[in-house]
């Protein structure tokens, strides 16, 4: 069921009647296939295999597809070239761009001028590619690299025209910033030759994040911004920016940290009504907002909508999902409220596949907890819970605290197997919002600046001594893991603050500050400047927080997991961990997975790794495992068996 979920629903799209979407599905080698739903509820593949719709532009992806008039334009993950292909039609997909080192994201049609402008990374020349805005024809005919329209930013996203196509808005940031830092909001007008002419800076700038521009129905222009410390929306009137609700609900943001392009928390439903999504206290909320009195009405619904939204003619579609329903692609009434599936991620149809029982469901409660420096961090507790088992009454469960990657993302409570594996089995689990994770307000988001691998640790360790300290864990049993970011938090708990936790799981994590500021790709090569301090002239800190350089001091069990075709954390930062802790004597297991690059996409991989990291714990803890699976081989294990 785990690797079922595992079919990766975004980027939804709505063409007239028709509705589109992405999967990335696991049972194909973890391949992203674009999918059309017409008026008659006939579900057709867009792109056939081997096509691949992802794209590599920030590493990280998004926005690898767009599509007006039933003609679809998409980039495509081995070449990273722009095809063309109608749903309609049996032909082929076209390319439109020509071979080379240049890849595309977000793009927009400007059908007047008859181009695609959308952001493009150029790595045709040695060191940093170079990200500009670019116009790519329609009848380029597999030879078009693109005319640079925008330049002179590190970086750019969130093209988006008016309805006339004589308005362009586009974010750009530069070094070191993140977006979530800062960026700028930018407008040109588009002349009839389609050159972006009288260009000015609307919003943004030092200690302001823009997320998701785009226009409205009356022309004005519409924005999230966390210039009061928490992303709020707001649209342009005359020449003054001012905010779309009269009375915006505290504690509550509405934009996300944008890792991967065309994300979404609002659009326009008609020319007075905008659906919106918003977030407060770690749970996501739907409404719709009546544009000419300024006022949020959250709908009745317990699906929290994820990062992809759109809407048009009173209905909205999305992917949501609840603490007990798992992702999917849902169609909305905005009068009667009537929600209707369109794809679930478990399964392989719109209405069929496994389910897991609802009493092997565990509900997670948010929690706060008081942390270091006399803060308060969240985190979302999932008790053990089987239907058909239970544990020894004398026994408090062994806890796995799970660390979110980026770091600046954040854990959210809606149905995720991989942590119902664990809770059916018998284990508590507390998935933590650290300080640093996203929708609990700029001051927040920013108390990880220049802490990373400090105030992420001490949260860790303070939410699993509170739980402990209430009952709920056995502190005996404690279990630390996360991938990527909190796989570099698991790694410094572990190394920093022996004898707190008694075993880890490391998915693709950072041991080595150092090597990842000067092998990585373009998108975070400046972020440790941020998070740790500038690089190489706090070199010491990069050192001082670094695992690997401090391995004998780790006393615990540690198992690793890696893709080898990793490009954002390279494979050598695992494998340099695996080695210090075997030479250190310590039970170690190192698991590597071709094919496979930052998060795993393929079935057998999520499979492998889940029952891997199982089989790790029961050795260790020495309790037996009830499935028949297969326990990785295990360095320095006491005992007569090293498996």
Request: aromatic content about 10%; some cysteine.
């Amino acid at each position: 069921m785990v690797a079922a979920q595992g079919l990766r629903l975004g980027g939804v799209r709505m063409d007239g009647e028709d509705v589109y979407w992405l999967e990335g599905r696991p049972a194909e080698g973890g391949r992203t296939v674009l999918v059309r739903r017409t008026r008659d509820g006939r579900c057709d593949n867009v792109t056939p295999a081997p096509f691949n719709v992802r794209t590599r532009v920030h590493e990280y992806g998004g926005g690898a597809y767009t599509v007006a008039d039933k003609a679809v334009y998409f980039s495509n993950f081995s070449d990273q070239r722009i095809y063309r292909v109608s749903p309609s039609t049996a032909v082929a997909p076209a390319a439109m761009t020509a071979e080379g080192r240049c890849f595309y994201a977000d793009a927009v049609i400007d059908a007047p001028h008859r181009r695609l402008v959308c952001v493009r990374e150029d790595h045709t020349a040695a060191g940093e590619p170079v990200t500009t805005l670019a116009a790519v024809a329609l009848d380029g005919g597999g030879r078009d690299t693109g005319e640079v329209v925008a330049s002179g930013y590190d970086f750019y996203s969130s093209p988006r025209l008016n309805a006339a196509a004589t308005r362009i808005a586009w974010l750009c940031w530069t070094h070191p910033h993140m977006p979530w830092d800062e960026t700028e909001l930018w407008v040109a007008d588009v002349d009839a030759a389609g050159r972006f002419i009288n260009p000015e800076r609307l919003a943004g700038g030092a200690g302001e994040s823009i997320y998701q521009p785009d226009w409205l129905p009356d022309g004005s222009l519409c924005f999230a911004s966390d210039r009061d410390g928490w992303w709020r929306l707001y649209r342009t009137r005359e020449r003054s920016i001012v905010p779309l609700l009269k009375d915006p609900p505290a504690r509550t943001e509405f934009g996300r940290p944008e890792w991967v392009f065309g994300s979404a928390t609002w659009a326009a439903a008609n020319d007075n009504t905008l659906v919106t999504s918003f977030t407060r206290d770690g749970t996501w909320h739907l409404g719709v907002i009546d544009m000419s009195a300024g006022e949020l009405r959250v709908l009745p619904t317990v699906l929290q909508p994820q990062e992809w939204l759109t809407a048009a003619s009173n209905q909205a579609v999305l992917v949501a999902g609840s603490t007990t329903i798992a992702d999917a692609v849902v169609r909305m009434e905005l009068g009667s409220g009537e929600v209707q599936v369109l794809r679930s991620s478990t399964s392989d149809s719109a209405d069929a596949g496994a389910r897991p029982d609802p009493g092997d469901l565990s509900i997670p409660t948010a929690i706060e907890f008081p942390t270091s420096g006399g803060d308060i961090a969240h985190a979302f507790f999932y008790a053990p819970c089987s239907a058909a088992s239970s544990g020894p009454p004398d026994e408090r469960p062994p806890l796995i605290v799970i660390g979110h990657g980026g770091p600046t993302t954040a854990a959210r409570n809606t149905l995720d197997l991989k942590i119902q594996f664990w809770t059916s089995r018998g284990f508590a689990v507390a998935d933590v919002n650290y300080r640093g994770s996203s929708g609990y307000g700029r001051e927040y988001r920013q108390r990880l600046a220049g802490a990373w691998g400090v105030v992420d640790v001490e949260d860790m360790i303070h939410v699993a001594r509170f739980l402990a300290a209430s009952g709920r864990a056995d502190a005996e049993r404690l279990i630390i893991r996360g991938g990527s970011a909190g796989g570099y938090t698991t790694l410094a708990a572990l190394t920093f603050h022996p004898g707190v936790f008694q075993a880890g799981a490391s998915y693709y994590g950072i041991c080595d500050l150092e090597v990842l500021a000067r092998d990585t790709h373009k998108f975070e090569s400046r972020y440790l400047d941020s998070l740790v301090g500038p690089y190489p002239a706090r070199r010491d800190l990069y050192h001082d927080r670094s695992p690997i350089h401090f391995v004998d001091q780790l006393a615990c069990a540690l198992i690793l997991f890696q893709g080898l075709e990793d490009q954002v954390v390279p494979p050598n930062q695992s494998s340099m961990m695996a080695e210090a802790v075997r030479a250190n004597g310590l039970p170690v297991a190192y698991l590597t997975f071709a094919g496979e690059q930052h998060g795993f996409r393929k079935a057998d991989t999520i499979i492998r790794s889940l029952e891997a990291e199982l089989a790790f714990y029961g050795a260790v803890f020495g309790f037996a495992i009830a499935d028949p699976i297969e326990a990785p081989a295990i360095d320095n294990l006491p005992g007569p068996s090293a498996t």
